[in-house]
């Protein structure tokens, strides 16, 4: 069996492993919500880092917390923004409401860190010989005379120190003048806009990569479909070019979401009153979190608010289920035009990147376009579950909270991941069939369009009617019609005259 050692919180006695990190209600919370075995996200746990460094240095200048603590939980949770500790987030992401579980986890670490810190300052190593000034925490050898291994003493007075939070407490100096109601949710906020840092680039890389494509089709004619019948020409640089400018305006949505997250309720503490915080203490500390982070950041116009509505995120999510459904839109088109080869439209070949069947020789299936749909209704169904815990504030607080960081760091990740395989692997490699799309383009029957203001709609759709129960073109209707001069319906029905600038 794993060491243990003994904890005690408010309800009484509990067992945690002995070189954990966290503490007594951690280890509660793992025991209580052994559900998914999904954890924190990344984005989450740096930003909680952020905001736990933010309070300490706020709280230390103002003189609430003593200099040496506040150094110590900085340090800490500097630590925790790096990704050090992130293996000792072990709560799970369906847990109690509001995040508390998730936020002692954060507390409990960043105490144990600074004690440690603080231990390892308080033992004075010179060369081989040592003194020990340890302030009471017991480590083997304390006192000794001889050649002694400093770094062992080291390793020994950290390990003396978990979980006696003899120096820095998880709730009276990590958390001091704070609360779970307005951390977590600032945290939330925080590691979207963290995590949307990574999106960003995907997107613009992804609508360049279109842009590409639509320069390199700008020549290729084929024909369009409206309800998925026969409509009048198009360029296949046409439709690359709208791609690129979809995935662009879903971009600009999001970001004009994301700005709504950057108005913060921090130093609301319980129900947005500020209770047990410095008066100076919600700007001094939101001014550090932005310098932190580097982010824009503001203290809430109403802090009340910013506890009790989580609309904020329900925008981003939104935008994100926008975006979602653009892709889902485009890599249905990009399934549709590339069907074939001989029994599809075959207007495009996207690259070949595995097998297709395990039965049917030399089949290659659109396998990039297919994932890029399959995350795009992931991201709409976390839109769902979003929208739900959004509406299920009640007064003071939404609890809901764990619901929408999860799924919205979900969405943000694998969007990110997915356009990024989806921009490199598929988009870029993406070849036109210009014959087959030429034929089509001479072929539909909707080239009769263009004859309206010459002959008027009924004429014209009785050459239609013809072509297509005679299987011939438009053009060879006409002119045998002599509804106009040859030389009229050649300028008249040139298929690249009609696709415009």
């Known amino acids: 069996m794993a060491e243990m050692r003994q904890e005690k919180d408010s309800l009484g006695v509990v067992e945690v492993p002995a070189g954990a990190m966290y503490g007594a209600q951690t280890q509660r919370a ?221 971009r600009e949505s999001i970001a004009r979401a994301a700005d709504t997250l950057r108005e913060l309720g921090l130093g609301g503490s319980a129900v947005g009153t500020g209770i047990n915080t410095h008066p100076e203490y919600r700007k001094l500390a939101i001014a550090k979190l932005a310098f932190i982070s580097g982010q824009k950041l503001a203290p809430a116009s109403d802090m009340r608010w910013a506890m009790q509505s989580c609309g904020p995120m329900a925008e981003v999510s939104a935008a994100l289920r926008g975006l979602a459904l653009e892709v889902i839109r485009i890599a249905n088109d990009l399934r549709l035009l590339s069907s074939g080869p001989n029994t599809g439209l075959n207007e495009i070949a996207l690259p070949s990147l595995q097998p297709g069947s395990s039965i049917m020789p030399g089949k290659i299936n659109p396998v990039l376009a297919e994932l890029a749909a399959m995350v795009g209704f992931q991201v709409v169904g976390n839109d769902a579950a979003v929208a739900m815990a959004v509406q299920a504030g009640q007064l003071e ?72 129960a005679t299987g011939r073109s438009v053009i060879e209707v006409a002119q045998e019609k002599g509804v106009l001069t040859e030389q009229q319906i050649k300028e008249i029905l040139d298929v690249e005259k009609m696709t415009g600038a």
């Open 397 to 468: 607080l939404n609890v809901m909270l764990p619901t929408m960081a999860y799924n919205v760091l979900q969405s943000v990740s694998i969007l990110t991941n997915m356009l990024r395989e989806f921009d490199v692997r598929c988009v870029r490699g993406i070849t036109a069939n210009a014959a087959r799309c030429e034929w089509y383009a001479q072929s539909t029957v909707a080239l009769a369009t263009a004859l309206n203001p010459y002959i008027g709609y009924a004429k014209a759709a009785e050459l239609v009617k013809e072509s297509v």
């Open 30 to 250: 793992v025991e209580n919500y052994p559900i998914s075995g999904m954890r924190a996200a990344p984005a989450l746990i740096r930003a909680m880092g952020m905001v736990k460094k933010a309070a300490a240095e706020a709280n230390g200048e103002l003189g609430v917390v003593t200099k040496e603590r506040a150094q110590a939980i900085a340090s800490a949770a500097g630590e925790v923004i790096d990704g050090k500790w992130d293996k000792e987030f072990v709560v799970d992401v369906f847990q109690a409401g509001a995040g508390v579980s998730f936020h002692m986890n954060a507390n409990e670490v960043i105490s144990n860190r600074a004690n440690q810190l603080i231990a390892r300052e308080r033992v004075e190593v010179q060369g081989s010989r040592f003194e020990g000034k340890t302030g009471g925490v017991p480590y083997q050898g304390a006192g000794m005379e001889g050649e002694i291994d400093g770094d062992l003493v080291v390793r020994d007075a950290e390990r003396a120190a978990l979980g006696k939070y003899e120096w820095v407490h998880p709730n009276d100096h990590v958390n001091y003048g704070q609360s779970t109601n307005d951390v977590f949710p600032t945290a939330m906020r925080l590691g979207t806009l963290l995590a949307l840092e990574g999106l960003y680039p995907v997107l613009d890389s992804l609508a360049a990569g279109f842009a590409v494509k639509a320069a390199e089709f700008d020549g290729v004619v084929k024909a369009g479909r409206t309800h998925m019948q026969d409509a009048t020409p198009i360029r296949l640089g046409q439709e690359f070019a709208a791609y690129g400018m979809a995935i662009r305006k879903a």
